[in-house]
């Protein structure tokens, strides 16, 4: 889709894709370069003091602290790479290159945090005595507040351009702030008490270190596998979609996506049955509009369910097998119903619950609506739960 379908469709209103997923990129950018800068600075000084002082706690800290940045530049790479203009190979672009790098920012995030296991268990092997001293600890708490700024400024702007990576970062750099204090309290302990925890300490680093990298591979799992969108998105499609005079139930919403804010759609719409095929032509046209520019998403497909608005036993019929149907607690929703008085068939759809199993539940509906109407031949498609309509 190029800039010709806003201008000739009306949509002159929403900035294009090409202008808003720039915008986007210079912000991922802009903040991931912050990210590396201070990532940089509180490295450097941490492993300083850590080698000063013989503590591993703080050299794992450090550690950490290099692996953000390094997790920051491949953002960019993949930033820039998805940012790759459609070409004919990829006629739908780049955008899924971001969900590759953020696996690869969480192997990096796993082999750190296996790497401060080893290290850890090694001096607890064979100890090695802490040595702080009090511009050390000032600062490791200078080092604590950055972070705590810094995480909250990161995760703040990947909210607001809906980047899963920079969201993570800035989640990782408020939860490296607690484990930066948790070095300076064990830290302060060994300067009272003379004891010292800074192997267990690496132990703790570490196992956040794998927990986090762990819940990034699940999480960049999940989005390439396709999971449920947003609910307020879908709700709000289907919101702009019911504004249509002509449209009198939008269901199936299927959206697909290809990239953070690079989604495309296809739903069904019930409409009259008096409509003519140019009728249904613009109005078609006339959704795909006003849903891009309401949301940014792209309908590719608009299938159509014919509702009798004419017969009234027809309606009657549609009504009842509407209210069997729907005294189910598994059925969410039914829609696209038919009826053939001639040939003595009727159709239509029902949205199942996952919570139940599919078969049993069509073949329930099938056996009370055939009982209710044993002269028509009775056909049931199941529907996915797929959004949240």
């Known amino acids: 889709m190029d800039d010709s379908y806003n201008r000739d469709n009306g949509a002159e209103a929403r900035v294009s894709p090409q202008e808003q997923a720039a915008s986007r990129s210079k912000i991922i ?3 991931s370069i912050i990210g590396i800068l201070a990532n940089l600075g509180l490295a450097a000084f941490k492993m300083v003091i850590g080698l000063a002082s013989h503590s591993i706690a703080v050299i794992l800290d450090a550690v950490n602290n290099m692996t953000d940045m390094l997790s920051s530049l491949i953002t960019i790479i993949g930033t820039r790479l998805a940012g790759k203009a459609p070409d004919k190979k990829h006629p739908l672009g ?15 995030v796993l082999y750190a945090g296996l790497t401060s296991l080893v ?3 090694k001096k607890i092997i064979t100890p090695e005595e802490a040595e702080y001293s009090v511009i050390s600890l000032i600062i490791i708490a200078a080092a604590v507040i950055v972070k705590l700024v810094l995480g909250h400024y990161v ?19 408020t939860f490296d702030a607690l484990i930066s204090a948790s070095v300076l309290a064990s830290a302060v302990f060994f300067l009272a008490t003379g004891i010292s925890l800074e192997a267990y300490v690496g132990l703790m ?36 979609m019911m504004e249509d005079p002509e449209v009198l139930g939008a269901f199936d919403l299927v959206l697909y996506n290809y990239g953070p804010e690079m989604l495309y759609g296809s739903a069904h719409v019930e409409v009259r049955d008096t409509l003519n095929a140019a009728e249904i032509d613009e109005m078609d046209r006339r959704l795909v509009k006003n849903v891009f520019k ?34 189910h607690d598994y059925a969410l929703q039914m829609h696209g119903f038919y009826l053939d008085k001639t040939l003595k068939e009727m159709r239509f759809d029902v949205v199942l619950s996952f919570d139940y199993d599919r078969g049993s539940c069509i073949s329930e509906i099938h056996r009370e609506i055939s009982g209710m109407f044993p002269d028509y031949r009775i056909t049931v498609v199941p529907d996915l739960d797929i959004t949240d309509l």
């Open 119 to 121: 290290e850890s268990v």
């Open 29 to 31: 950018i802009r903040t």
């Open 294 to 327: 309401e949301t940014g998403v792209y309908l590719t497909g608009i299938s159509i369910y014919s509702q009798n608005t004419t017969d009234p036993e027809t309606m009657a019929i549609s009504k009842a097998v509407l209210e069997k149907v729907m005294s």
């Open 155 to 173: 995760k703040a702007r990947g909210i607001e351009v809906n980047s899963g990576s920079l969201i993570a970062s800035g989640s990782d750099a």
């Open 205 to 240: 680093i570490s196992a956040f270190i794998i927990k986090s990298g762990i819940e990034m591979v699940l999480d960049t799992v999940s989005d390439i596998l396709g999971k449920r969108e947003d609910s307020d998105l879908a709700r709000r499609i289907r919101e702009v």
């Open 94 to 108: 780049h955008g899924r290159t971001e969900y590759i790098t953020a696996l690869l920012v969480a192997g990096i």
